[in-house]
């Protein structure tokens, strides 16, 4: 298949969100060739994009669920992504839009695979979400169709969480109370990708009926899944730092981050991906976060 879109695309940072480095399994970058191995509801498949030098995008998919990621290539891309409306009340994210033309809030159409990442990824370090995300699709994730990296994998379905016995979970470091979260999410996961249909405010609240996915969760999932440009990751433990010391110069909290935030509704989300895209991190001071290893526990 090849995609002429209408405007500039940067394979690297539309996909970026659902990257962990060398932890994502199930997005790996080799030779020019990005590869995406994901859950649909026709079961698993591969898709591998590549940017040909004229613009054109050249995707090809494999598995059973090779026709839906086919068929979502443009929107996972961005192509339903709308900034007409958007302005920067700010330098730093005027001089950011200029310089990252081909930044756009691309969509999954699908829950299931970031809303298990970001439950993994709720009040643990990077590192250890990560490190438990590798494992899970390690051990319960399906070898991806196709002609892949070897190492590539589909995350774990559903059922498969659901059958996980509790020393496994122990041994891949995911505590009680997220194997809770992913267990109650895996039961009703039918209905969660609903979300997706409903998209804003009502998509978000619809994960929010699952016990154990609150105001975080649901956001980094609606960023992910519908490219939704107001989701804002309250709670987070960096972004308001990073957002207060882009914007103002000095860290803010949740509440401080609203408020500076307030004048881009309906597209904060938008303001953050320029921050992070533009290369904004939180400064690299005040307290570090202990590593745990719930499998020492």
Known sequence: MLWRPAYEVDLGAVLGPL??????????????????????????????????????????????GADQLLDGVPALLGAEDDDAEFVAHHDVIAQAR????????????RVWDALLLAVLEQKVSGKEAIRSWAELCRWFGEPAPGPGPDRLKVPPTPLAIRSIVDWKWHRAGVDLTRRTTLIRAARVAGRLEHAAELRGVEGRAWLREIPGIGVWTAAEVAQRAWGDADAVSFGDYNIPSMVGHALLGTAVDDAGMHEVLAPYTPQRQRAVRYLMAAGFTRPRFGPRVELRDYRAM
Do not use: F, K
């Not at 997005?27 to 590869?35: E, F, K």
């Not at 509801?41 to 050249?58: C, H, K, Q, V």
């Not at 200029?98 to 159409?109: I, K, M, V």
């Open 19 to 64: 990257s962990r480095g060398r932890g994502s399994l199930n997005l790996i970058s080799d030779a020019g060739v990005t590869w995406l191995a994901a859950n649909t509801a026709d079961g698993p498949g591969t898709l591998a994009l590549l940017r040909r030098p004229g613009g054109e995008i050249e995707a090809e998919a494999w598995g059973p």
């Open 98 to 109: 200029r310089r990252l033309p081909g930044l756009r809030l691309g969509s999954t159409g």
